[in-house]
């Protein structure tokens, strides 16, 4: 119905454009690799993704490529910043075709409130800010089941054409979508069996099959190795049931108490009215499949996940509160309802581990998070805790508020020019304290993404007996937490780059070398640079080939110099360059891995194994030399007197 005969719709798009100016500050940043505010722990592998598509030389991990290419085309067009409006604008779009195919079954006022609580709920907003591909694949389901619906009315089957392009792309957002095929199959078989003749629908449901398994064949190489990501997810693939209390906890934490209990009245009603209506059915199963997938099948839990059905949610929404027949009842449920789903949480919005009980003041539960073997969260509902909170936390943890504050940051936001560094080698991240698990992988993504390169994590110990060796010119900072600096070698023409914490003693050091007479030359080196040189890179050659896992125990002896050359000349961003502490842990992690070739080069031994399924190498350094042999104390010589003489004193 057009929006100036349905006042609804009307107030509808006016709010989405309200919203989308509360937003506006925070969603053009200077740089969305290092001033965009919302960012989840994955976002910059996404952004790396899309770079290594566009050309870049960084890290690529396989990830489904519907968002990766948009920031290829976005990057390729040098408007890479506007890529959180392109995805508010999918956001906000599908708000309204939701509230054009809700409307189809329930009443305009239902549907209205319900949109309104997913267009303003607190967790679905966040994600939706996140440079994540879980909230557009959602997005592109639901303009499926719209297509799906609207090809059964007045025999328009070229709609199936529309609903296949649209699963095929959730499916290439992320494997999620694929459960799109078996949900409309059984729709189709139950209620739309004639329609098995025209070839729109077997588009429609052969879609979100055929084209990831087109992107398997030609995607480039990763560094999970082949398969990619979807290889990894395969192995978390077990039937369980441990899953259950995460999601229920979860669902109160991403709708509302209010929000979760008209839902779950709301899909009880469809159930009874499924037989007759292909829309309810569709939504039903496809909101069945996913809840099965996720809850009993995969092994990962994640709140995130549960956006893959959100909008068939907000139908089940409108169904409840359509039955709620006296205005004053409806008003309040609606109220109550938006109050409980538009609360900030006093959390990431990916975070299960708080739920809102009261919306004033603030009242929520929050339930301790442990990590299980699979890194996946764990929630301990049963030690949960309620947390108080003043009223101004509707402000001050708003998302509109987030958005202003990081305007305010980025005010006088400056950064290295790319061309700066286009014609250095690749990177290296070197830190001082041990920084592993999501600080390293986040470091690599992002600092990779910034400058276009590979980057490779390496501890200062490694490089600590070689600093003077090095040619090092300061080249500024590059966003806020990194300082860099390019690097020579001696004997090398090729020249890299090398990062640091800006407010740490390394950087100290490094300007302190960078303001030397030589600033920018090496030291000339002698025959044991050279020796160190031709076996770092005899070393690379060896384990070159892929982007699989290098673990580096050091030697203890600092004349061999190839492990001064070493972490620059190896390609792969997957170094795991062991400092002093960590060295027997690295040794017993690959001690059970099979051998599949071994050299000695230099004073450095080389195996070739396998780890996890992926190619690993192993390099490890001389030991350290034994101690000197105590000196032997010097026997007493015996001297014999002089015929005629006396004995020598003390004789």
Not at 269 to 294: H, N
């Amino acid at each position: 119905m057009p929006a100036r005969r349905d006042p609804f719709l009307l107030a509808l798009a006016i709010l989405c454009l309200l919203r989308l100016g509360l937003l506006a500050p925070g969603l053009v940043p200077a740089d969305l690799n290092l001033t965009y505010p919302f960012m989840d722990g994955d976002s910059w592998d996404w952004i790396g993704n899309g770079l290594r598509l566009a050309g870049e030389d960084v890290r690529y991990s396989g990830r489904s490529p519907l968002l990766p290419l948009a920031i290829a085309l976005l990057h390729r067009l040098s408007a890479l910043s506007w890529l959180p409006v392109v995805l508010q604008g999918l956001f906000l779009a599908t708000v309204l075709a939701f509230y054009s195919l809700a409307a189809r079954l329930t009443s305009r006022r239902a549907t209205f409130a319900a949109a309104l609580a997913l267009l303003f709920n607190y967790s679905l907003m966040g994600l939706s800010l996140q440079v994540m591909a879980d909230v557009p694949t959602a997005c592109l389901l639901l303009l499926a089941v719209r297509s799906f619906v609207l090809a059964g009315e007045d025999h328009a089957r070229r709609r199936y054409l529309a609903s296949g392009l649209f699963a095929g792309l959730a499916a290439l957002g992320q494997m999620a979508g694929v459960l799109w095929a078996p949900a409309a199959g059984v729709t189709a078989l139950v209620h739309r069996r004639r329609d098995f003749r025209s070839p729109w629908l077997w588009v429609s449901l052969l879609a979100p099959v055929i084209l990831p398994a087109f992107w398997t064949l030609v995607q480039p190489p990763t560094v999970a190795g082949p398969g990619g990501l979807a290889r990894a997810q395969i192995l978390l693939l077990s039937l369980h049931a441990d899953s259950v209390p995460f999601y229920l906890y979860s669902l109160v934490s991403l709708l509302g108490i209010p929000g979760a209990v008209l839902m779950i009245a709301g899909a009880a009603l469809a159930v009874r009215r499924a037989g007759q209506d292909p829309a309810r059915f569709l939504s039903l199963a496809l909101a069945g499949a996913l809840a099965i997938f996720f809850v009993f099948l995969y092994d990962y839990n994640g709140k995130r996940f549960l956006v893959y059905g959100v909008w068939l949610w907000g139908l089940f929404l409108a169904e409840a509160l359509a039955r709620i027949r006296r205005r004053a009842a409806f008003g309040t449920a609606a109220i109550v309802l938006l109050a409980g789903s538009a609360l900030p949480l006093p959390v990431a919005p990916e975070d299960a581990s708080a739920a809102g009980l009261w919306p004033a003041p603030p009242v929520y539960l929050i339930a301790p998070v442990s990590v299980t073997a699979t890194g996946s969260s764990a929630l301990d509902p049963g030690a949960a805790r309620l947390a108080r909170r003043p009223m101004a936390d509707w402000v001050r943890l708003s998302l509109p508020y987030r958005a202003w504050e990081a305007r305010r940051r980025q005010k006088g936001f400056a950064s290295l020019d790319p061309a700066l560094f286009r014609a250095d080698h690749s990177a290296l991240y070197v830190h001082g304290d041990a920084i592993e698990g999501a600080g390293r992988y986040i470091t690599i993504a992002r600092l990779g993404n910034a400058l276009g390169k590979r980057v490779k994590f390496v501890p200062a110990t490694w490089l600590e007996p070689y600093w003077r060796r090095m040619g090092v010119e300061p080249l500024g900072l590059l966003g806020p937490d990194y300082a860099l600096y390019r690097i020579r070698l001696a004997g090398l023409g090729e020249t890299w780059l090398l990062a640091v914490a800006p407010g740490g003693p390394l950087k100290g050091m490094l300007d302190e070398l960078g303001a030397r007479p030589s600033r920018g030359r090496p030291a000339a080196g002698g025959p044991r640079l050279v020796r160190g040189r031709q076996t770092a890179e005899a070393i690379a050659r060896f384990v070159a080939g892929s982007d699989g896992f290098v673990a580096a125990v050091p030697s203890r002896r600092p004349d061999d110099l190839w492990q001064l050359y070493l972490p620059f000349l190896l390609d792969s961003t997957e170094l795991y360059a062991a400092s002093p502490g960590q060295a027997r842990e690295l040794l017993g992690i690959l001690a059970g891995t099979p051998t599949l070739a071994e050299a000695k080069l230099g004073t450095a031994t080389v195996k070739k194994t396998e780890y996890l399924g992926r190619r690993t190498s192993l390099i490890t350094g001389t030991a350290e030399p034994p101690p000197p042999p105590p000196p032997r104390r010097p026997r007493r010589r015996q001297i014999r007197p002089a015929p005629g003489a006396g004995a020598p004193p003390g004789g």
